[in-house]
């Protein structure tokens, strides 16, 4: 297949990771755990390690690989396929709400294991874990009761994980009044935060996150390409879209961009759906590659020839036997004794043999068809050689480039002619009413004169020609050329054959069209206002004052927040629905994974007191939440 340089994407063995995170197995220790326990990830550690020990998908798969062994428990990265074990798995959460206690203790085991933190034991680690904006007391209960009943933690407290990132975007700086868009995996929220706190009344949620603009592309690739549906499942989709999506500044003028050729040309990824794209040969091997592939390819040829020949000739004998066995059988007086002369053959009846015949002749027909057509193809390519050979004093790599340059010149040529053609048969293009013109210019003439003497003159002859060949015909000796051509092409490998055609994903508009749903949630289906219309009816429930400090300080987090582009969009649209010469300022987070993780790190360092926590008794008593802090779910 040929491959478009840098813009190549091989999806052959993908399998989507937490950005490729390394987890360690540590010693237990006896400082805090942070854990960021969100809908796509967990990301675990110590409060005093730089970066979480552990990271993973939120996802569990029970699976039985053998009916005599007890089913295998898999978590996040330890699934193989996402796409076998889809019947075999269990998410702890339902949108960014905790449901499934099991699956969610399975996986807070799982991080604790890799801390090396024994649950079956009574913990004095406190624990700072996140849970989502506004979260229900019934998911909450089921955090509580892991956490103290299986794994055994002295305390916990709980944060959103939004306002832990933006702690972290403002150390050692205040915090000031913001309004926080946190991009998550199926949700999103547009979160102001005012006085210290999140201001949790007039927050909003909207139904849309990555897993939303993943399954769209998902269903938008495998529509484009039927062929290859089985390609884009559900991770790779996922990877693609982190990889190689951005969002547009200007999305309908871009969208007009990629109608260009040359635009598309230069931006469009190929992907490489088959086999993984090879290595380019060092340049001194390139003629002798191909001079090797000719003479195996030669060999090749005569192999399955000489094995055509031997088959032919077998064939032919086999049916000259035939044949005269049927002639035979009119010698024969007795039923019975010609019955006998067909099984000694394998033939049950007459009929028998001669369908046995039938399809023999025809066989032995197509079979010299085809060696006719393999002699006139060799004699077809010498000929193509000797009108194209290569000339004296040119490297082959310009003569290819040169005959590559010709034949698209040919088919553009052609290609002219054809739709000067279509256009004159239709009554409204300028051809068609020029031909029109010429027409009547030709019958008022007629109509001036008593008799029909068109034809006679030699101008009538111009007119005729002007009317009729309009447009061209396609030229054998081009179509001639461009055939020649191809088969040099084909010899060199320079051709992209049918197949390879037909295999060629394109990853073009899509890479702007599935970020845009964050905008225009129409595009895939979902009745909802944009993420910037929710941010801009938010600012305005304030009063004049604090809009403009909101619309002074916006920060944007969560694993969306990667997207290229967005900052600059986020600007561009808030400042069109803002009053006249409003000052909007755009921060995205520094770190979209692992930004809450550190936040919590921080706050709990910096600012956490006993207080904030609550321990088992005081859960046992009823009590749900501790003292409220910057990133607590208190009103």
């Known amino acids: 297949m040929v491959i478009i340089g840098k813009s190549s994407i091989n999806l052959q063995s993908s399998n989507l990771t937490v950005k490729n995170f390394e987890s360690q197995c540590l010693a237990p220790k006896k400082s805090c755990v942070i854990i960021d326990s969100g809908v796509f990830k967990i990301a675990a550690g110590y409060e005093d390690g730089k970066l979480p020990s552990v990271a993973f998908r939120s996802i569990v798969a029970k699976m039985k690989r053998e009916k005599s062994k007890e089913a295998e428990v898999l978590v996040g990265e330890e699934i193989p396929s996402l796409e076998a074990a889809r019947a075999y798995l269990k998410l702890p959460f339902e949108k960014n709400?905790?449901?499934?206690g099991d699956a969610y203790e399975t996986v807070l085991m799982f991080a604790c294991n890799?801390?090396?933190l024994d649950s079956s034991l009574p913990l004095t680690n406190s624990l700072v874990i996140m849970e989502p904006l506004c979260n229900p007391p019934g998911s909450r209960e089921i955090s509580l009761e892991v956490i103290f009943n299986s794994m055994n933690f002295s305390s916990v407290t709980f944060g959103v994980d939004a306002a832990f990132s933006y702690y972290y975007h403002q150390r050692g700086k205040s915090l000031d009044d913001a309004l926080i868009i946190s991009l998550g995996h199926t949700t999103c929220h547009v979160i102001p935060f005012l006085g210290g706190r999140m201001d949790i009344s007039h927050a909003k949620r909207l139904s849309i996150g990555g897993y939303n603009l993943a399954a769209h592309l998902q269903r938008v690739m495998q529509l484009k390409y039927p062929m290859h549906s089985s390609l884009f499942s559900y991770a790779r989709s996922e990877e693609l879209m982190y990889d190689h999506c951005y969002v547009s500044t200007s999305f309908l003028d871009e969208l007009r961009?990629?109608?260009n050729p040359e635009y598309y040309k230069e931006?469009?990824?190929r992907i490489e759906g088959g086999q993984p794209v090879q290595a380019p040969p060092p340049p001194g091997a390139n003629e002798a590659l191909r001079e090797k592939r000719k003479a195996l390819g030669k060999k090749l040829a005569q192999m399955q020839r000489?094995?055509?020949e031997q088959r032919l000739a077998g064939d032919a004998t086999l049916h000259v036997e035939l044949l005269s066995l049927k002639e035979s059988l009119s010698q024969?007086?007795?039923?019975d004794e010609i019955q006998m002369a067909l099984e000694r053959h394998g033939f049950t009846s007459v009929q028998s043999l001669?369908?046995?015949?039938?399809?023999l002749g025809e066989s032995v027909e197509k079979e010299s068809l085809k060696l006719e057509e393999a002699k006139s193809a060799t004699t077809q390519d010498s000929a193509a050689s000797k009108l194209l050979g290569l000339p004296e004093g040119e490297s082959i790599e310009s003569w290819i480039s040169r005959l590559q340059g010709e034949k698209e010149e040919l088919i553009g040529r052609r290609s002219s002619r054809r739709q000067k053609r279509a256009a004159m048969a239709k009554r409204r293009t300028a051809a068609g009413q020029e031909r029109m013109r010429i027409i009547s210019q030709l019958a008022a003439k007629q109509r001036e004169k008593e008799q029909d003497d068109f034809g006679a003159r030699d101008e009538d002859w111009d007119v005729y020609k002007a009317i009729s060949t309009e447009g061209g015909s396609d030229s054998e000796a081009e179509n001639e050329r461009i055939a020649a051509i191809d088969v040099i092409l084909t010899h060199h490998g320079a051709l992209e054959t049918q197949e390879e055609i037909d295999q060629s994903i394109h990853f073009g508009n899509e890479r702007i069209r599935i970020p845009e749903i964050l905008f225009?949630?129409?595009?895939?289906?979902?009745d909802q206002m944009g993420i910037i219309e929710l941010a801009n009816f938010v600012i305005s429930r304030y009063n004049e004052s604090i809009q403009l400090r909101l619309a002074e300080n916006i920060f944007i987090t969560g694993g969306l927040s990667a997207f290229t582009g967005l900052k600059e969009r986020v600007e561009t649209d808030l400042r069109a629905l803002r009053p006249f010469k409003s000052r909007i300022n755009v921060s995205v987070s520094e770190d979209p994974l692992f930004g809450a993780w550190k936040g919590a790190k921080h706050w709990y360092q910096k600012e956490s007191d006993p207080s904030h926590f609550i321990r088992k008794e005081d859960y046992i008593a009823g009590k749900l939440l501790g003292k409220p802090f910057c990133a607590s779910n208190n009103i």
Not at 520 to 526: M, N
């Open 97 to 100: 709400v905790i449901v499934n």
């Open 114 to 116: 890799h801390l090396g």
């Open 257 to 259: 961009l990629w109608m």
């Open 267 to 269: 931006n469009v990824k």
């Open 306 to 308: 000489r094995k055509r």
């Open 332 to 335: 024969y007086e007795d039923e």
């Open 354 to 359: 001669t369908l046995a015949i039938k399809k």
């Open 520 to 526: 225009q949630p129409s595009i895939a289906g979902l």
